[in-house]
């Protein structure tokens, strides 16, 4: 056996089968399973994916043992310190980190598209005004399409770099009309003479009859969460994207598909779920009872915010907003009795046997949830805000796929356990 294959030996029949071995600039090894089946009729089985590489990225690297977490190969701590969201989003989608004028251009295109049709805050009329905001967040942005269906050409690189543009600046103006809608207030439009978030801020906030005031460290906080949440190579809406995109889908309805699959509570509807776990609890006094009650497997009950499938020692994002965390509530001075419970639970949890042993550390969405809470974010919002951010990623994704030659269109293969071949009975005889 060379030093660049893998021998797959049937114990049984004794036939073996060489397979290619596929090494990236850092990370394990990958064996390319690529003509498995051709060869020895097998599939092989690997549900959640654990053990899958299903593309070559060059986006983001993870290493989970390591709790690294790398855009572009700089260090999420280096560009939470030092970077902004748009700098952050241009990095992912252009690979290199931009100069002042790059920026400045990239930060005016952005701004230059943030504006939505008006037929969109009809559509947006359409919803009944108790709709969840995700709801009609990933309904607006598959309505892009119908707005900019004649200007797709997914082949062409200036309409998918133009398409990535638009959805970086629309999603914060159809985010924070979204949430206006919910409570009955007329939409914003965006002040582009604002940097990304503080404009964000303003549409969401912002009232005709007062000025908005915003604490500095709102901005701060929300600038940070963005960056830590822009990207996280193939988690399980980026996935999503990809393979929506594999089929050759426009890219506002593979980035709708993504924002469903961001909502699930195992992935980033977590931080909502945080927040639903924090009320439920109530009080600092009855957290032992919820640690007691996750650790009991016939309860059902998990700590939401706490554990992830592949940072098993300590989550990097999660290291960098506990410091933020505890900065804006000293800052806000916020004494919110939830946060309380917060606190408590993050000090359970982290002192507890069964979390040490299985490495549950509390996540990035423990952390945002509490963050989004302190800046008077609804619940609601919280996954919105996800979704924002991982735009800059979903879309630097879609264009990756694009990119790549002779990338093909996803297409899992399963084990079938249904029936096998029966005679049809017809219905007056069954
Ligand atoms: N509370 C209590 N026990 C837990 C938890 C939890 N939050 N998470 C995992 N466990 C236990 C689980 O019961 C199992 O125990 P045992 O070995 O005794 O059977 C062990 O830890 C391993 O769990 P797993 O389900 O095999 O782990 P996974 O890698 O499949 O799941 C996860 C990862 C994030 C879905 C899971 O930890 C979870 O459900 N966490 C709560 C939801 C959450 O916070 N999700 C946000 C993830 S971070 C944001 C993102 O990337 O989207």
């Known amino acids: 056996m060379s030093e660049t294959s893998f021998k797959l030996v049937n114990e049984t029949t004794h036939e073996s089968v060489e397979l290619p071995l596929i090494r990236g600039s850092i990370g394990p090894t990958a064996i390319d399973i690529g003509r498995l089946y051709k060869e020895t009729g097998n599939f092989t089985y690997d549900p959640g994916f654990v053990s899958t590489a299903s593309c ?14 790398m855009y572009r190969g700089y260090p999420i701590e280096e560009l939470a310190k030092q970077s902004s969201f748009l700098e952050v989003a241009y990095l992912l989608l252009h690979g ?3 100069s002042v004028s790059e920026l400045e251009i990239f930060e005016t295109e952005v701004g230059r598209h943030t504006m939505i049709h ?19 967040l990933s309904a607006s942005i598959a309505s892009l399409s119908a707005f900019y269906h004649d200007e797709i050409n997914i082949e062409d690189p200036d309409a998918r770099r133009l398409a990535a543009i638009r959805l970086i600046a629309k999603m914060p103006t159809i985010a924070a009309a979204c949430y206006r809608y919910s409570i009955g207030w007329p939409m914003r439009f965006p002040h582009n003479n604002l940097d990304y978030c503080t404009r964000f801020l303003h549409m969401m906030y912002e009232v005709p009859s007062e000025p908005l005031e915003l604490n ?33 889908a426009n890219p506002y309805a593979s980035i709708a598909a993504g924002i469903a699959a961001l909502w699930g509570p195992a992935h980033g509807g977590a931080n909502e779920a945080v927040l639903k776990m924090l009320e439920e609890i109530g009080d600092p006094a009855n957290v032992s009872k919820a640690v007691a009650r996750a650790k009991d497997k016939e309860s059902g009950f998990r700590l939401m915010g706490f554990g992830h499938r592949v940072y098993k020692n300590f989550d990097p994002r999660a290291k960098i907003l506990r410091d933020m965390c505890h900065q804006v509530l000293g800052e806000l001075g916020v004494d919110d009795p939830l946060l309380n419970v917060a606190m408590k639970l993050e000090e359970v949890a982290l002192n507890d046997e069964y979390f040490i042993e299985r490495k549950l550390y509390p996540n990035v969405d423990f952390y945002s949830g509490i963050i989004y809470k302190a800046l008077n ?36 293969r399963q084990i079938y356990t249904g029936s096998v071949r029966r005679a049809y009975t017809p219905i007056e005889l069954r």
């Open 118 to 136: 008006d037929s969109m805050r009809h559509f947006l009329r359409g919803f009944h005004y108790d709709a969840h905001p995700m709801a009609m």
């Open 216 to 248: 500095p460290i709102a901005t701060k906080a929300l600038e940070l969460l963005f960056i830590l949440h822009a990207d996280h190579e193939q988690n399980a809406s980026t996935s999503t994207v990809r393979l929506v995109g594999s089929t050759g």
């Open 56 to 69: 070559r990225s060059a986006i983001t690297y993870i290493d989970g043992e390591a709790g690294v977490l």
């Open 377 to 412: 974010i609804p619940a609601n919002m919280f996954t919105v805000m996800f979704s924002i951010a991982r735009t800059a990623g979903w879309i630097a994704h879609w264009i990756e796929h694009h990119e790549t030659p002779g990338a093909r269109i996803g297409r899992p």
């Open 96 to 98: 290199n980190l931009p």
